[in-house]
Nanobody
Framework: QVQLVESGGGLVQAGGSLRLSCAAS????????MGWFRQAPGKEREFVGA????????YYADSVKGRFTISRDNAKNTVYLQMNSLKPEDTAVYYC??????????????????WGQGTQVTVSS
C-alpha cells in the first residue's frame, strides 16, 4: 500500500505559478512511475503529466506542455508539479497517482494503482 498526499494548491491569478507536491509513504517510492491528473467541475478526470521511476522520462498533455514541469526526488519520496503561466482553464482538483514502473502507459489513469486525495487549484482571470 502506498499513501499519497498532495499539497501546494491554492488560488492564483492568471499568469501566475504554483508548485504542487505529492509525498509518498513508502521507501519503495522509486519503484513507481508517477502521474498527475486533474478534474474540473462537470468534467472527466484528465491526464496532466507523468514521470518515470528514475525521472529520466517525462510526459505531458498537449494543454500543459511548455508550461508545466514534473520532477521527482526519490530520496524524499516526493514528486512535484511546477505550474507556470497558469490559465483559468487550469482550474481543477489535481491528483497524483502511482503506477508500477514496468509496462506502464503514462496517460492511462486505469494503470495507476494508488491515488492521493487531491488538492484544489483555482486560477482567477
Amino acid at each position: 500500500q502506498v499513501q499519497l498526499v498532495e499539497s501546494g494548491g491554492g488560488l492564483v491569478q492568471a499568469g501566475g505559478s504554483l508548485r504542487l507536491s505529492c509525498a509518498a509513504s513508502r521507501r519503495t517510492f522509486s519503484s513507481y512511475a508517477m502521474g498527475w491528473f486533474r478534474q474540473a467541475p462537470g468534467k472527466e478526470r484528465e491526464f496532466v503529466g507523468a514521470i518515470s521511476w528514475s525521472g529520466g522520462s517525462t510526459y505531458y498533455a498537449d494543454s500543459v506542455k511548455g508550461r508545466f514541469t514534473i520532477s521527482r526526488d526519490n530520496a524524499k519520496n516526493t514528486v512535484y508539479l511546477q505550474m507556470n503561466s497558469l490559465k483559468p482553464e487550469d482550474t481543477a482538483v489535481y491528483y497524483c497517482a502511482a503506477a508500477p514502473a514496468t509496462g506502464w502507459t503514462p496517460g492511462s489513469q486505469y494503470e495507476y494503482k494508488y491515488w492521493g486525495q487531491g488538492t484544489q487549484v483555482t486560477v482567477s482571470s
